[in-house]
């Protein structure tokens, strides 16, 4: 149970929460939701303990396990699902121990820690690490790749993975959809639903909390409010007040109005006097039910752009990728062999390192090829949509698109009218740090009166004095918003975005899907937002197995093509619905999955090595401990007898496990 009471909390000069007086129940699935930078993530913080309340208490029990999300994964060598194993603090303490133990040869110490282990559940801890792995999409051949190997992306779902793993009473997660793609976050929804302890969600994603919560706490306005039921049940439920209040403020209004026309005409009489006082009294002591401010709609727009240009852009040809060698695992190292592949490794953020199998042909000198033969024409006013299963290029050809990323191969001609506005996650990262929003835009226009830049903040919900506040304490939404900000400043007739709706709140998201669909120039967006896909594109092209080709369908044709490629269908009413595809095609996704079959058979094989060297130790050990002999010897020694067996039994099981799961996996 965790208890607010008056509970009130400040960031900087703000008072961003006030007199929160309300009590979680152990158990409850609650969602926290509320607009950008009311002070959600400042909240879990306190959770954490990183922030004092300004006034009341936050009562927690003493001794609870708290997971949360780290915010920065190291760039550790450790293989990924060691990593994400050791997000059980206790069970690595307890594994440490015990191999000191053995090190030291103390016995009694080795027994102490084997029984923690067991205590623990630790002998399974690889086998549930693998599956929490799998679950957020990571192939069987990536779960021993080294942590700094992966892209940020990647190491947001590690950090996932991890907290995950953590046993724990208190959950807290600060929107962990952000990074996922819509698999990930199906498989998400179904884990957290199982999730015993407490569970504290902040997401903007309406369709992810109707499948998670089971309470909702609002913040709105520094307070905090209650609710039962899931996301939706908490919109019907904040309608019916807010009419209720209205009607209720409407009635008084009337009643005030009668009241005080009856005190005007009658306070100067002295027969009426009275009554004139009485109704005095009566207003005075009126409710004062306030009006439901109508919440005000946030609106934008992009500027209509001074010039249109048709045949925008084109890609000829293009083999899009990367020059220097992405990170390689040590499969890939020993291909290389030549020795031309150095392992210089630069900023991680421009590339994807996809865990998937992805089809990249390694390329004259070590150049990588993540798309071939993109050929794409952008005419004047198209709406183009890009799909395609994480970590497949979206935003390597996005990249390629700006001209940010040099096409390895052929020609990207862009008319020279071409204005683009680029938005990238990387975009809001680069924020400058104690800069304002009119400071950042005030480089963008240097000439231009303070009050027209001004105004211009103040359509883009940065009004008064946040215009001059630094940035450095925004919100994630906040950071978002000003991005984009900028980048209609420029008045683009091209704009590509991708993932532009991360952290934005729900009225932001609207507001953005009406913006671009008013949007006068062309437009390439990489979304995991179905709803925004749908109100702003026209067209969608599909981005997989290394090709970029038009996408014949709508998204509901798009889902289904991914649950038959995922070779897992998840509705089978759906399954005869698998999308016509060119031999080369086939050809290509057939290859694909033969690499990831191989390294699934060989792991399997491993399994199975290992499961028979168990099995003639065991049968060993049996016969050892079937022997009187054995009795008459110490103590100590027997003791490591039956510590050995149940290790090896231990070991035995999870490995069989592991393979009956990859086996499912083959037989699929
Ligand atoms: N270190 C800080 N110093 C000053 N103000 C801060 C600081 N951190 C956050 N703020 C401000 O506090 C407010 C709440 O921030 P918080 O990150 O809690 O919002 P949020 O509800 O999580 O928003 P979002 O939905 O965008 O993630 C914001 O207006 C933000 O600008
Ligand atoms: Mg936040």
Redesign the pocket.
């Known amino acids: 149970m965790i208890a607010f009471r008056h509970f009130a909390l400040r960031?900087?000069s703000?008072l961003?929460l006030s007199d929160i007086d309300l009590v979680i129940q152990s158990g409850w699935r609650l969602g926290v939701v509320?607009?950008?930078?009311?002070?959600?993530?400042?909240?879990f913080?306190a959770l954490q303990g990183q922030l004092e309340a300004d006034h009341g208490e936050l009562d927690m029990p003493a001794r609870l396990r708290l997971a949360s999300v780290a915010q920065e994964t190291p760039a550790l060598p450790d293989p990924a699902i060691e990593y994400v194993m050791g997000g059980d603090v206790e069970l690595a303490a307890a594994l440490r121990d015990e191999f000191d133990a053995q090190a030291r040869g103390d016995t009694e110490a080795m027994a102490r820690a084997h029984h923690r282990i067991e205590e623990l559940h630790g002998y399974d801890a690889r086998a549930r690490a693998g599956r929490l792995l799998h679950g957020l999409g990571f192939s069987p051949e990536t779960h021993e790749r080294a942590v700094c190997e992966f892209s940020g992306g990647w190491r947001v779902r590690l950090n996932l993975a991890r907290a995950l793993m953590a046993p724990s009473d208190l959950l807290l997660l600060?929107?962990p959809t952000n990074h996922l793609d819509l698999d990930a976050v199906l498989w998400l929804e179904e884990w957290l639903r199982r999730y015993q302890g407490t569970l504290l969600v902040?997401s903007?994603d309406r369709e992810f909390l109707d499948g998670v919560i089971t309470h909702t706490l609002h913040?709105n306005e520094g307070r905090g409010k209650l609710y039962t039921g899931n996301y939706s049940s908490f919109e019907l439920q904040r309608a019916e007040q807010l009419r209720l209040q209205q009607i209720a403020h409407e009635r008084e209004q009337v009643e005030r109005a009668h009241l005080q026309s009856f005190i005007d005409r009658f306070k100067a009489k002295a027969s009426k006097a009275k009554q004139a006082q009485s109704r005095m009294k009566r207003l005075e002591k009126m409710a004062g039910t306030e009006a439901v401010r109508a919440e005000r709609a946030f609106r934008f727009q992009f500027a209509v752009p001074d010039r249109v240009p048709d045949s925008m852009l084109q890609l000829e040809e293009i083999a899009a990728g990367y020059d220097a060698p992405l990170p390689l695992t040590s499969g890939e190292r020993e291909h290389a062999g030549d020795g031309s592949v150095s392992e210089r490794r630069t900023d991680t953020h421009h590339r994807e390192v996809a865990p998937s199998s992805q089809p990249s042909a390694r390329r004259g000198e070590g150049a990588i090829v993540i798309l071939a033969d993109v050929r794409f024409r952008l005419e004047a006013g198209e709406r183009i949509g890009l799909l395609g299963p994480n970590g497949a290029g979206k935003s390597t050809m996005v990249k390629t698109l700006v001209g940010e990323l040099p096409p390895l191969a052929g020609e990207r001609k862009a008319h020279k009218d071409l204005k683009i506005g680029y938005f990238a996650q990387h975009t809001v990262e680069s924020l400058r740090e104690g800069a304002s929003p009119f400071d950042h835009l005030q480089d963008k226009a240097p000439g231009v009166s303070a009050q027209v830049l001004r105004d211009f903040l103040g359509n883009w919900n940065f009004a008064g004095d946040r215009a001059f506040?630094s940035v450095?304490?925004?919100?994630?939404?906040?950071r978002a918003r000003l991005a984009l900000a900028l980048i209609a400043w420029d008045k683009p007739n091209l704009l590509l975005l991708d993932e532009p709706t991360n952290?934005l709140?729900l009225d932001m998201r609207e507001a953005l899907a009406d913006a671009l669909a008013d949007f006068d120039g062309a437009l390439v967006l990489v979304s995991h937002d179905r709803h925004l896909l749908g109100m702003v594109c026209d067209s969608f092209w599909r981005v997989a197995d290394g090709k970029v080709e038009p996408f014949d369908g709508d998204l509901d044709d798009y889902a289904r093509w991914l649950r038959a490629r995922s070779g897992a269908p998840k509705k089978t009413a759906e399954t005869d619905a698998k999308p016509l595809e060119s031999a080369a095609d086939r050809r290509r996704a057939a290859a694909a999955q033969r690499e990831n079959e191989k390294a699934t058979r060989q792991r399997v094989k491993k399994i199975e090595t290992r499961v028979a060297a168990i099995e003639v130790d065991l049968t060993a050990l049996e016969q050892k401990l079937a022997d009187p002999q054995t009795y008459n010897g110490p103590t100590a020694e027997l003791m490591k007898l039956g510590q050995r067996q149940s290790e090896l039994r231990k070991e035995k099981e999870t490995l069989e496990a592991e393979w009956l799961e990859l086996y499912e996996l083959l037989e699929a």
């Open positions: 960031r900087g703000r961003l509320g607009r950008n930078g009311c002070g959600k993530s400042s909240l913080a600060d929107e902040i903007h913040l506040e450095d304490g925004f919100s994630g939404g906040e952290h709140d």
